[in-house]
């Protein structure tokens, strides 16, 4: 196949490049925030209260998005999400998520895509039973897809589009032994990219993940539990 010379409504690769330092810069800081936070706790003395403390963990796994390309059809990516909850009441709190999936050819056209996230937002955990909780989330931050649209015959068009996302879900998590616990979600993503006019569309998605929690600090060590 060939690549169209056609420009879409984005910016330069050198622009790109920026923006992905600064998702990963974001990234960064989440995470640094929240281990932060879990050292300045570990560092209060004395017995554990009965009253509710904010909890903690960080999340990796496995992740899968079924992609749409506007104009063009549906793809599959494979690839890696982390995730850090830090939970102040018994059923709130907060998350930051970090996904990269990736596929490498595009519907044939013979071209490797990307789909790279950043969100964060509120978790709320609805109910809990035992060693078992389930939770919905509703997330937003930024998104950045890099993907081929196949034209006509033997022709595609090629390029990246950075826009805002957002993301609805929920899932199960189950404590297996100690701080471990294992995390099954899904959700429906919303990005953005360009269709074969090179205008930029709403993509929808659907993700799932499949993930190892470990808790920097848990709900017995907070003198509760959901």
């Known amino acids: 196949m060939a690549m169209l010379n056609r420009k879409f409504p984005i910016r330069t ?8 330092k600064v998702l990963l810069k974001a990234v960064s800081l989440a995470f640094v925030l929240v281990v932060h936070a879990v050292a300045q706790n570990q560092l209060q003395t004395g017995p554990p209260v009965a009253a509710y403390g904010p909890t903690y963990d960080v999340s990796c796994g496995y992740s899968y998005l079924s992609s ?17 909850h830090a939970d102040f009441f018994p059923h709130w709190g907060v998350a ?24 964060g937002g509120p978790v709320f955990y609805p109910s809990g039973h035992g060693r ?18 196949p034209v006509n015959g033997t022709h595609y068009l090629h390029g990246w589009v950075e826009r805002p996302a957002y993301a609805l879900g929920g899932g199960i998590e189950r404590s297996v032994v100690g701080p471990l616990a ?14 074969s006019s090179g205008a930029v569309r709403s993509q929808n998605n659907l993700r799932v993940m499949a993930s190892i929690v470990f808790r920097l600090r848990d709900r017995q060590g907070a003198g509760v539990s959901h």
């Open 96 to 119: 930051v998520d970090a996904g990269y999936v990736r596929t490498s050819n595009v519907l044939s056209t013979g071209q490797s895509g990307y789909t790279l996230t950043f969100l």
């Open 13 to 20: 690769s050198e622009h790109k490049g920026n923006k992905m």
């Open 132 to 149: 078992t909780r389930m939770f919905v989330h509703g997330l937003a931050g930024a998104g950045l897809v890099d993907a081929a649209v």
């Open 182 to 195: 294992v995390r099954l979600s899904g959700d429906y993503l919303r990005t953005a990219y360009a269709d």
């Open 68 to 84: 749409t390309i506007p104009s063009a059809g549906r793809v599959g990516l494979n690839g890696l999400d982390a995730t850090g």
